[in-house]
Nanobody, 124 residues
Framework: QVQLVESGGGSVQAGGSLRLACAASGYTLSSNCVGWFRQAPGKAREGYALIYTGGDNADVADSVKGRFAISQDNAKNTVYLQMNSLKPEDTAKYYC?????????????????WGRGTQVTVSS
């Protein structure tokens, strides 16, 4: 059974940083594609990944380019989302998702497995 568990969310002031973690069981993240998505309060979850990585495929959305970065700890089967220079508009619930590398991309429909999310709140 595949399980993805996000952690590291919290409250931070604008300009601050947070690092989210996505720990997987039953699925090897380093061999597949991992993406991070978010859902702002009162809105639907965004349909495109903020950032994803999977072999030669990787990309970062313009809205977070230069501020967010993804990294992996293969020994822990964990992917991290480093978020710097946070803005109030980054306030959202953040989800990690995983899927096969063969269809690695930004759209939500390419991902088979999802975590339950972790809340990030950025105050001004």
């Amino acid at each position: 059974q595949v399980q993805l568990v996000e952690s590291g969310g919290g409250s931070v002031q604008a300009g601050g940083s947070l690092r989210l973690a996505c720990a997987a069981s039953g699925y090897t993240l380093s061999s597949n594609c991992v993406g991070w998505f978010r859902q702002a309060p009162g809105k639907a979850r965004e349909g495109y990944a903020l950032i994803y990585t999977g072999g030669d495929n990787a990309d970062v959305a313009d809205s977070v380019k230069g501020r967010f970065a993804i990294s992996q700890d293969n020994a822990k089967n964990t992917v991290y989302l480093q978020m710097n220079s946070l803005k109030p508009e980054d306030t959202a619930k953040y989800y990690c998702a995983a899927g096969p590398r063969s269809r690695c991309g930004s759209a939500w429909l390419w991902y088979d497995y999802w975590g339950r999310g972790t809340q990030v709140t950025v105050s001004s």
